[in-house]
């Protein structure tokens, strides 16, 4: 006579330990984050949701408040256009400056002290320009230059420039250097080194980066608009403050649009490229 | 006999030539935008902005590092990462039950299409919308940061499974083990690896995303952040910035460290 298959998971008792010590060590997040979803479905809030999601439909497409929106759509896309545009006037000079390769103290051994110092300092610049957020730039400029889209642009220009400027040198380093190395050992400039050695080798890994990193930039200037950057955020805060639901719906539907085709073009660019 | 020319450099522009009719598409992009944007360069480049910007910078100095106010920015710098970390979380739980749909069946495409549609909006206007229904406050932000990320984490997780490998399925499966145990028991643990590491990714992202959610009202430092500009308390906004730029570095640098002690 067989015995009955007992059909028990044999870790069940770590897993249950496991499970019931996450969910310990989640509480202090519950309480910190003051994390009471049911306060969403009390009636004081629940009212005002729900008339704000009907006017969601029909979304408003009045011909004013369409041209307002493709006039605004197209704000976002030059704005985003314009900061990177700048970006590059920071990265470009800041990613040679800091690129190792085209150092021509490091032929012959060790770079020397200046050098490698300036590589440095431009290194701990472009990250510092990076790591503060474009939303806090834009705040800031909103400040001294007022609303509009300069600040937007100006806090693209600035947070991307350190970005593609840091992923630039990485990626000009990150080739095969002989090229690099024997143009420059044979006494060309350091400028003639990288349009003939490094530039060929990675134009097509920069460029790609580039449209990438624009298509990045489209999305943040909706985001810049919510401080007041201008573009579609500006509009989008606007109408939901105004609780028109009708607008935010047209204007999502239209976000979302603009980012599905800048993908797909950055997705087309970057096949051509390759 | 006549020297032969050397060979001339290709024309600048020609008809056929894709790049050059791409280069000359951004070309006009880049000076449209320009041209249409009324960019006010004399408003930033004059003197008097160079003083006010100048006198604002000149403001940050000093900080306001006095006890109780360093102690708020602590607690709203925990807050950020609370609202991070339980955002990434529900981000994940809720990104795999909507993986299991967008893998396989019926309802791939309109999962998929829901998932696009959670992405394709950022949190910031997630929070935004949120505000009317979830009011002033960390809820909020954690709500936006985890709709955002559960259709970030979802799509990925989805991918995951389909890259799956099928054998140890079908060996339950024929076996007669009904479908929640296959998924627990096969699916799941070989596709854990790759949903752990996508969580922790995201969730270095959604940090970075958490300390700024706050300037539309949602929680953590950004709420902090906007409130003291608001008030032209710059001695306070120094403190916050400062605050900011310590906690993304800090975990810029602990990610490296880790990245490079698993890769090792």
């Known amino acids: 006579m067989s015995k009955p298959v007992v059909q028990r998971d044999p870790a069940w008792l770590g897993r249950v330990f496991w499970f019931s010590a996450g969910l310990v060590l989640l509480w202090p997040l519950v309480v910190a984050t003051e994390f009471q979803p049911w306060v969403m479905f009390s009636a004081a809030s629940l009212k005002p949701t729900l008339r704000f999601l009907a006017a969601f439909v029909p979304p408003a497409t009045d011909p004013d408040f369409l041209r307002l929106v493709a006039v605004e759509t197209w704000r976002t896309v030059a704005i985003a256009t314009a900061g990177i545009s700048l970006a590059l006037l920071i990265a470009v000079p800041a990613a040679l400056l800091s690129a190792r390769v085209l150092s021509v103290s490091s032929l012959s051994g060790r770079m020397a002290f200046v050098p490698a110092a300036v590589r440095q300092v431009v290194r701990w610049l472009l ?20 609303l509009g889209p300069t600040a937007g642009v100006l806090a693209i220009a600035l947070t991307y420039g350190g970005m593609l400027g840091k992923v630039y040198g990485d990626i000009l380093e990150s080739g095969e250097p002989a090229i690099t190395r024997n143009l420059l050992a044979n006494g060309s400039g350091r400028l003639q080194a990288f349009a003939y ?71 087309w660019l970057r096949k051509a490229l390759a | 006999m006549s020297p032969q020319p050397q060979q001339l450099p290709p024309a600048l522009f020609n008809a056929r030539c894709k790049a050059c009719w791409l280069t000359a598409g951004l070309a006009v992009l880049v000076v449209a935008s320009f041209w249409s944007l009324d960019l006010q360069w004399a408003r930033f480049l004059s003197p008097e902005a160079a003083a006010s910007m100048g006198r604002f910078v000149g403001e940050f100095f000093p900080p306001d590092l006095s006890t109780p106010f360093v102690r708020k920015v602590a607690e709203a710098t925990l807050e950020t990462l609370a609202m ?181």
């Open chain 2, 84 to 264: 991070s970390a339980l955002g990434t979380l529900i981000a994940a739980a809720v990104g795999l039950l909507l993986a299991l749909p967008a893998s396989a069946g019926l309802a791939r495409l309109p999962t998929r299409l829901l998932l696009n549609a959670l992405r394709a909006v950022p949190e910031l206007v997630w929070a935004s919308l949120l505000l009317i229904s979830a009011g002033l406050g960390p809820l909020a932000g954690t709500l936006a940061l985890a709709l955002h990320t559960s259709g970030v984490l979802g799509r990925l997780f989805a991918e995951a499974l389909e890259n799956a490998p099928t054998g140890p399925a079908e060996a339950l499966r024929t076996q007669g083990v009904g479908p929640l145990r296959v998924f627990l028991y096969a699916t799941l643990p070989q596709v854990l690896p790759q949903v752990i590491s996508y969580t922790l990714y995201r969730w270095e992202n959604n940090i970075r995303a958490a300390a700024i959610l706050g300037v539309v009202g949602a929680g953590g430092l950004g709420q902090l952040l906007a409130f003291h500009m608001g008030l032209f308390q710059m001695d306070k906004t120094a403190t916050v910035l400062a605050a900011m730029l310590l906690m993304v570095a800090g975990v810029d640098a602990l990610s490296y460290t880790v990245r490079r002690a698993l890769t090792r």
């Open chain 1, 127 to 146: 990250i510092l320009l990076r790591s503060i957020p474009e939303l806090v730039w834009a705040l800031i400029f909103v400040r001294v230059v007022g």
């Open chain 1, 197 to 267: 050695g490094l530039l060929p080798q990675n134009a097509a890994e920069l460029t790609s980066y580039t449209v990438y990193r624009w298509e990045c930039a489209i999305r943040s200037s909706v985001v810049l608009g919510f401080v007041g950057a201008g573009g579609l955020g500006q509009q989008l805060d606007n109408s939901t403050k105004m609780f028109a639901g009708g607008e935010v719906a047209t204007m999502l539907l239209v976000f979302v649009a603009l980012v599905a085709l800048a993908d797909r073009i950055s997705a």
